[in-house]
Nanobody, 123 residues
Framework: QVQLVESGGGLVQAAGSLRLSCAAS????????MGWLRQAPTKEREFVAG????????DYAPSVKGRFTISRDNARNTVYLQMNSLKPEDTAVYYC????????????????WGQGTQVTVSS
């Protein structure tokens, strides 16, 4: 069983930054690809960023590439999402997710997810 708990969301002005954290319990790193998804009001859930089970490969949605950075701390079993140059269209609930592979995360196929953390970017 894997539990994922997100934190770090909040209200920020456009062009500002936030760092989201996802604390994972259970055997996650090395067993699952990890990543971040988001869902804005009235929109479908979408892939934001992720890394492969080995951590050697990362991928980003085109809309966030160059602004967001995913990273992890193996010792703390924690995944981070550093978000810079935030835009109002980044407003969404952000979810941490674990799945069988990075490609499956991109396809929104995942085995575990957290409760989500709200990110609101004001213009």
């Amino acid at each position: 069983q894997v539990q994922l708990v997100e934190s770090g969301g909040g209200l920020v002005q456009a062009a500002g930054s936030l760092r989201l954290s996802c604390a994972a319990s259970g055997r996650t790193f090395g067993s699952y690809a990890m990543g971040w998804l988001r869902q804005a009001p009235t929109k479908e859930r979408e892939f934001v960023a992720g890394f492969s089970r080995s951590g050697g490969v990362t991928d980003y949605a085109p809309s966030v590439k160059g602004r967001f950075t995913i990273s992890r701390d193996n010792a703390r079993n924690t995944v981070y999402l550093q978000m810079n140059s935030l835009k109002p269209e980044d407003t969404a609930v952000y979810y941490c997710a674990a799945g069988g592979s990075l490609s499956r995360l991109r396809d929104l196929v995942y085995d575990y997810w957290g409760q989500g953390t709200q990110v609101t970017v004001s213009s």
